[in-house]
């Protein structure tokens, strides 16, 4: 045994130097390549820190047209529903107050000539002799002829401040919205052009006129005036955004540069002698980093193997979990969304299970059909935008309050940019209100150009709203259903798509796939004192759809659990002939509905213990009406009963056995 080991020690240590030296032989075969790969990627880390630099600035400036496009839009429409000038001037003064607060303070105001008369939001007062119609702001918007335009920077004399003109004719052809945005944000951003402290950056525009400078006393300078930069300034204009190399100052520099809104340029130069002296050395003390890694690596490795696996095997548990919060976030969105809508519960999840259907019929992979279910749960997400009383209005909409409900997939696609790393989730929020004949919203989009994950969503949408009840009618009948979504192929629906949900309604004989009818939630009581049963009685007798039962004891509380199965049991922590702990414990034996404790001791050995026997909540006595209420409120609309569903009915009742996400 001994002889053998050491034979395998033996191997193991050859094969060990031998590949140590082949890795050094491929060390220094590729040191001259990778030096110069190197020298590549720092040119392409200048390049995409440029262009980085330049999206910061374009996103800022788009900022500006895009509260401009809003209050163009809006004042459009006052004008033409015969708003006052008070009226037109009052939604200015809100508009640039907001703006203030929503963005900042470079953002000045919002004015102009509307109604023949100047108005100004920021509260500005003209001369008596000024005359807006003189204005550069008013003749280009004239010139713009319902675009919007932005003007050429300028510096305010009296502030000494760099300001650019947002300007947009509207549709009387006389009347002119402008914006007016300080570049003290531009210059914040430019500053930070540094790469690494290894340059500096600076924008000008297509007639040299520097209009941020790392260096603020450059800002208002003309660089096609100096000799220095002019020859630079002529490459930039051809097009430098792959880097070139000047000398300037006496020094070899690469210039970084790309053109943005209204021929701006985004220039970067950073020193080549602070790029690049020290990649050599850099190389070095990285080869001989991965050889000590090398080595650590393999000595550990002898140590490491049950590790490993026993680390493998946690990861893959973490994943899960991860996975399972993951969804439980995503459901608890959706939960939210349809908690607005007291006409439509559970239509979020619905909707979700009926995408999902489809797209198992269409041949999905299993990767492609999470993506829709969870695209189908957060698909109203952007509603969280709009007024309750707009969605559970029960009379026909204004069409303002339906200007308010058109923008929900619009805003539910901006909210899940930060929480959604898949984009197909969100273009599929975003457009599944399109029609496949182009007249849908919220750009129009028709027939392929629609997402698909977005033509999926509309169906099962639409055949959830008409089997689902409304707030103005009861959910239709399934022939009625099959006879909208026939009349619907290829005006409303994708015709593919709508095939594949009529065929599914074929084979749901008994309609079962509709809104389920909302189910009586039975709430236990259980406490000795009558007069603490008959508060929480009162407290609770106002919630919907909820019978509420009592028990005194543990005899009663035991039987009753097993006659009435509970859906929720809020019992005191302390009876004559028992403890609320020891009482969980029995009751548990026979049901796994939620439990709320009720306690005058709130001390932390108690709070502890609750949470070790996994009770769901406590309550502290004397209880709180509007806290009691809203927790068993959360408890009766958790997971386990959204949409009318138990988690049991979900999985039993499924088609094809669709898989837990």
């Keep these: 045994m001994k002889k053998n080991r050491s034979t395998i020690t033996r191997q193991f240590m050859l094969v060990i130097l031998l590949i140590f030296l082949l890795q050094a032989l491929m060390l220094a075969v590729i040191f001259n390549s990778y030096y110069k790969s190197s020298v590549n990627n720092v040119k392409d880390l200048g390049i995409s820190n440029m262009k980085s630099q330049a999206t910061m600035v374009e996103n800022y400036l788009d900022k500006g047209g895009n509260v401009l496009w809003f209050a163009t839009e809006t004042m459009n429409h006052l004008i033409q529903k015969g708003a006052s000038t008070e009226e037109l001037l009052d939604y200015l003064q809100a508009q640039s107050e907001q703006m203030k607060g929503q963005f900042d303070e470079n953002f000045t105001g919002i004015y102009g000539y509307l109604n023949e008369t100047y108005l100004d939001g920021s509260g500005w007062v003209p001369p008596a002799d000024y005359d807006p119609r003189e204005r550069d702001w008013y003749k280009e918007a004239l010139k713009g002829n319902g675009e919007m335009v932005m003007s050429s920077p300028y510096v305010d004399a009296e502030t000494g401040q760099t300001i650019i003109s947002f300007c947009q004719m509207l549709s009387d052809k006389k009347s002119v919205l402008a914006l007016d945005i300080v570049l003290n944000e531009i210059q914040n951003i430019t500053e930070k052009m540094t790469m690494g402290d290894m340059g500096y950056g600076f924008i000008v525009d297509a007639d040299g006129l520097v209009i941020a400078h790392y260096d603020r006393k450059e800002v208002g300078q003309n660089y096609r005036i100096d000799p220095q930069y002019a020859s630079l300034l002529s490459r930039v204009y051809a097009g430098g955004e792959n880097g070139f190399d000047v000398m300037l100052n006496g020094e070899l520099s690469t210039v970084f540069s790309t053109c943005i809104e209204k021929d701006w340029y985004v220039v970067i130069i950073a020193n080549n002698a602070l790029l690049y002296n020290n990649i050599r050395s850099q190389i070095m003390a990285g080869i001989a980093l991965s050889i000590l890694i090398f080595l650590i ?44 809508d007291r006409y439509t519960s559970g239509h979020s999840h619905r909707v979700a299970e009926y995408a999902l259907m489809i797209a198992k019929r269409m041949g999905k992979s299993e990767k492609e059909q999470k993506i829709i279910y969870n695209a189908g749960l957060l698909h109203d997400i952007g509603k969280v935008r709009v007024p309750e009383s707009v969605i559970n209005k029960p009379g026909k909409l204004s069409e303002e309050e339906f200007d308010s409900i058109r923008i929900h997939p619009s805003s539910g696609f901006h909210i899940l940019r930060d929480i959604q790393s898949d984009e197909n989730i969100g273009y599929g929020v975003k457009y599944h209100h399109e029609r496949y004949d182009g007249t849908g919203y919220p750009n129009g989009l028709e027939n392929e150009n629609i997402p698909e994950i977005a033509r999926i969503i509309a169906v099962a949408d639409a055949y959830d709203a008409m089997a689902s009840d409304r707030s103005y009618r009861k959910a239709l009948e399934q022939s009625e259903v099959r006879a909208e979504i026939i009349r619907g192929k290829g005006t409303q629906f994708d015709p593919k798509i709508a095939d594949i949900m009529l065929q599914i309604m074929d084979e749901d004989t008994h309609y079962e796939l509709k809104q389920k009818e909302e189910t009586l939630s039975r709430i236990m009581v259980v406490d000795d004192d009558a007069i603490s049963v008959k508060s929480v009685k009162y407290i609770l007798h106002d919630i919907e759809n909820i019978s509420v039962v009592s028990a005194q004891n543990e005899i009663e509380a035991v039987e009753l659990v097993d006659n009435i199965k509970p859906d929720l049991i809020i019992m005191d922590l302390k009876m004559p002939d028992t403890d609320g702990f020891s009482l969980y414990e029995k009751i548990r034996r026979s049901t796994d509905a939620p439990v709320i404790l009720m306690s005058g001791d709130k001390s932390m050995e108690t709070i502890k213990k609750i949470r070790e026997l996994g009770i769901t909540d406590y309550l502290s006595k004397p209880l709180i009406p509007s806290i009691t209420k809203e927790t068993v409120h959360g408890i009766l609309q958790s997971s386990e009963h959204v949409k009318g569903y138990t988690q049991q009915d979900i999985m039993n009742h499924r088609p094809e056995g669709l898989f837990d996400l």
């Design 297 to 340: 690596i393999v000595i550990l490795s002898v140590f490491s193997i049950k590790r490993i696996t026993k680390a493998e095997k946690s990861e893959q548990e973490t994943l899960e979990q991860l996975q399972k919060t993951n969804l439980g976030m995503i459901r608890s969105l959706a939960s939210v969304i349809d908690a607005k």
